[in-house]
């Protein structure tokens, strides 16, 4: 979930309300991307990366994260002694991973097409990021761009999701409370059933309290404001996305599990890939 714009799609005015400002609460995702995230435990994700690259890595230090956002996990790879940095089309999101990581470099691009000066020695892309490409085309070209930017024996390691698994009623959901008022973030795939194209649905419920000096009134003041977007994403099952992996990488899966290293179960719809630049 990354670099993702939203619209304003309502703004409810409950009982004993004033009406809410007209302007959309951001033009994208950056200012609140980390509420959104709060229930994701950067460092456990970070920390099972690491070890895969001692398992398959050449053991070296230098790390570039895809589509970084506000760069949370790169804080943990240089906590952990890497020389990190990150790539994210979003620069109000790399302005914030700036200031989360002052000693990183932090490059404003496309993860589809991107080249480095110097060859790294592992990347990641956490989140799912790596379905935003839009299109086929443009994954295998993100693979080419990943291939070029690795050392010899580097790894890229991500995580996705199988179109052909995905279940349309699950979602899910969680609350946060920052300056008075409560969030109810909810995301979920949607794959119509055929194609390349499946959705990441998200939306942002938001329920602000004033005090009645903000409103000359007796009674608490509320408003109430929702935004959704329906961002479309590419959608391929495991067998495709090994065929695209396979020209450039030896391919390993594992459970979709960052608290232990276990080989992928044939069934499950979510793994972990470990790609071994060949």
């Given at each position: 979930m990354r670099a993702v714009n939203f619209y304003q799609l309502n703004t409810v005015t409950n009982t004993n309300t004033t009406p809410s400002s007209a302007n959309a609460l951001y033009t994208d995702l950056s200012g609140y991307y980390d509420l959104m995230c709060s229930d994701i435990n950067y460092q456990a994700q970070s920390q099972?990366?690491?070890?895969?690259?001692?398992?398959?890595?050449?053991?070296?230090?230098?790390?570039?994260?895809?589509?970084?956002?506000t760069g949370p996990h790169v804080r943990y790879f240089i906590d952990n002694?890497?020389?990190?940095?990150?790539?994210?089309?979003?620069q109000p999101m790399l302005d914030i991973a700036q200031q989360r990581c002052p000693e990183a470099y932090f490059m404003l691009g496309d993860m589809t097409k991107f080249s480095l000066s110097e060859p790294v020695d592992i990347i990641s892309c956490f989140l799912y990021s790596l379905h935003y490409c839009a299109d086929l085309a443009k994954l295998?070209?993100?693979?080419?761009?990943?291939?070029?930017?690795?050392?010899?024996d580097?790894?890229?390691?991500?995580?996705?999701?199988?179109?052909?698994?995905?279940?349309?009623?699950?979602?899910?959901?969680?609350?946060?409370?920052?300056?008075?008022?409560h969030f109810v973030f909810t995301?979920?795939?949607?794959?119509?059933?055929?194609?390349?194209?499946q959705s990441l649905l998200l939306s942002i419920e938001k329920t602000s309290s004033l005090n009645n000096q903000e409103t000359n009134q007796q009674a608490p003041q509320q408003t109430s404001q929702t935004w959704q977007d329906h961002h479309p994403m590419v959608a391929l099952n495991f067998e495709q996305l090994r065929q695209l992996l396979s020209p450039y990488f030896e391919v390993q899966m594992f459970e979709h599990d960052y608290d232990k290293i276990i080989p992928w179960n044939q069934t499950s719809g979510n793994a972990i890939f470990v790609c071994v630049k060949k």
């Open positions: 099972h990366v690491q070890r895969l690259h001692q398992f398959f890595g050449n053991g070296g230090k230098q790390h570039l994260d895809l589509a970084c956002g002694g890497y020389q990190s940095s990150g790539l994210d089309i979003n295998q070209d993100c693979f080419a761009s990943v291939h070029r930017a690795l050392k010899l580097g790894i890229f390691c991500f995580n996705a999701v199988n179109k052909d698994l995905i279940d349309n009623k699950v979602f899910e959901r969680h609350t946060a409370e920052q300056d008075n008022s995301s979920a795939w949607h794959y119509p059933g055929t194609g390349d194209k």
